[in-house]
């Protein structure tokens, strides 16, 4: 890997590379301190970089977004016996009978697997 010097014993490296890093880290089963000093890096460095992908890994994590629905007080027959019923893309289904607040459906939705 080849890096800009910036001035004596610390290097710069591109996003490229550091990426390369902790691929490399990840597969090679070593411990970080290990794999540092192979790969002559400093262990600060490898730390860091694991903690920055850890952190934009979580960020990318989708979490669903509720909104609440006003269902129309006229003609319940036209939902069929359920006031609610969600179904997830994994096929899960939630069926209210009556409807509950919103903290309340919220809690039920959050603690359900997506």
Excluded: D
Excluded at 22 to 27: C, L
Excluded at 58 to 86: C, D, I, M, N, Y
């Amino acid at each position: 890997m080849e890096n800009q010097p910036i001035e004596k014993g610390r290097r710069i490296f591109t996003p490229e590379q550091r990426a390369e890093f902790v691929r490399g880290y990840q597969q090679s089963g070593l411990r970080q301190r290990e794999f540092a000093m192979q790969a002559g890096i400093s262990l600060a460095s490898l730390s860091n970089w694991l903690r920055r992908e850890r952190r934009q890994a979580r960020a990318k994590v989708h979490r669903p977004r509720f909104a609440e629905v006003a269902l129309p007080a006229t003609h319940p027959e036209s939902f069929g016996a359920w006031q609610l019923e969600v179904i997830s893309p994994r096929n899960w289904r939630l069926r209210l009978a009556q409807s509950a607040s919103g903290k309340v459906l919220r809690e039920l939705l959050e603690s359900l697997p997506c």
